[in-house]
Nanobody, 122 residues
């Protein structure tokens, strides 16, 4: 089995920073793309940032220049550094990864974490 566990959420004032982490564990052969999504109150889940195995990144326009996604392949972990936070960044943040399981061929399956709450006060 594979599990994704997020951490690092919390309450912060506008203009502050938080760093989210998402660690994958289990019978992992390789992790391809890793992503962060978020879902705010009354909103649909949206893609915030993604990073490929090779380190190429993409960001939603709303977070460009403020958020940075990175990964540590040795630790099977993806990070989201969030700076200059705004109240509209308030949401549950979810990580999502395409994982090839050990001994299961080369097809990747998509796994989700349980989410971590980020609340930005004005």
């Amino acid at each position: 089995q594979v599990q994704l566990v997020e951490s690092g959420g919390g309450l912060v004032q506008a203009g502050g920073s938080l760093r989210l982490s998402c660690a994958a564990s289990g019978s992992i052969f390789r992790i391809n793309a890793m992503r962060w999504y978020r879902q705010g109150p009354g909103n649909q889940r949206e893609l915030v940032a993604s990073i490929t195995l090779g380190g190429n990144t993409n960001y939603a326009d709303s977070v460009k220049g403020r958020f940075t996604i990175s990964r540590d392949n040795a630790k099977n972990t993806v990070y989201l550094q969030m700076n200059s936070l705004k109240p509209e960044d308030t949401a549950v943040y979810y990580c999502n990864s395409d994982i090839v399981r050990s001994g299961m061929g080369l097809n990747a399956n998509r796994y989700w974490g349980q989410g971590t709450q980020v609340t930005v006060s004005s």
